[in-house]
């Protein structure tokens, strides 16, 4: 039997001889990805039963209707840093779309938004009217995947927000206008990622000074389902603030991030790719 002791030891991976010889190159692959990545641990497992059992269980495993594409967007894309008007663009519609909901079911529904508003291309979603939105309201009801939510206002937001960010371009100054959005939002951080000090799920906070301000701002511009509570949200997925608890994994590899530092855990993990 081969033994390795992985990350800070406490972690014990076991070979039996048979596997061993049976699949070397896959185990040492999976091993060695471990000791470079600490987000390696959340990772989708090797074949080995024996060491898919082993791995630990992340601290969001068990936040409500939690499943395999969740687990891989609190592991890939909440809490890393966003930027780009568009991308910003689109977490704040999203996040306006999931007052009074869960994020599972938005997230289940990202790609319809997606076909429904253009990619959340901004100034085309800015030229849509409210025949458009007559459209989506009565398109036929499928699976829960294929349909936006069917909220009147939510959906005539998407469309005010998206002309409210030109505004915010066109105040912009010159040259800066594509990515007026993005210096708008970070500003309420300075630019930088602020860590949480929590250390426990119990202690994530759920509103912040810096988002009833982002909420009062963006109200004053014109935005729409922009509350503080909302604000704090796109501030947690988007990494203005950084909630992973103290001593994960992901707030380990993101203090690194942010400090400019080049651990090999400050990168991104990558999305495992669905088999078709």
Not at 44 to 73: G, K
């Amino acid at each position: 039997m081969a033994t390795y002791f992985v990350g800070n030891g406490r972690v014990l991976v076991e070979h039996q001889q048979r596997l061993h010889h049976q699949r070397p190159t896959e185990h040492m692959h999976f091993l060695t990805r471990w000791l470079l990545d600490p987000c390696m641990m959340y990772h989708p497992a090797p074949s080995s039963p024996h060491a898919r059992s082993l791995m630990p269980e992340p601290w969001y495993a068990s936040l409500p209707n939690m499943d395999e594409d969740y687990l891989t967007y609190m592991r890939t894309e909440w809490g890393w840093p966003k930027h780009g008007d568009a991308a910003l663009f689109e977490k704040l519609s999203l996040e306006g779309a999931q007052a009074g909901l869960s994020w599972r079911t938005i997230l289940t529904k990202r790609e319809a938004y997606r076909k429904a508003f253009h990619g959340f291309d901004i100034d085309r979603v800015a030229k849509m009217k409210e025949s458009d939105v007559a459209k989506l309201l009565a398109a036929p009801s499928g699976a829960p995947a294929d349909s936006v939510v069917r909220h009147r206002g939510k959906l005539l937001s998407v469309i005010n927000n998206a002309q409210a960010v030109q505004r915010l371009r066109a105040d912009a100054p010159p040259g800066s206008e594509d990515g007026a959005l993005d210096a708008f939002l970070w500003g309420f951080v300075g630019g930088k990622p602020r860590l949480t000090t929590a250390k426990t799920r119990a202690a994530i906070p759920t509103c912040s000074p810096e988002a009833e301000a982002m909420s009062k701002a963006l109200k004053k511009a014109g935005f729409k389902f922009v509350g503080p509570t909302m604000c704090y949200s796109l501030m947690q997925s988007c990494g203005l603030v950084v909630d992973h608890p103290v001593g994960t994994p992901e707030h380990k590899a993101l203090a690194a991030l942010a400090s400019g530092g080049e651990a090999s855990g400050a990168k991104r993990p990558k999305k495992k790719r669905r088999r078709r």
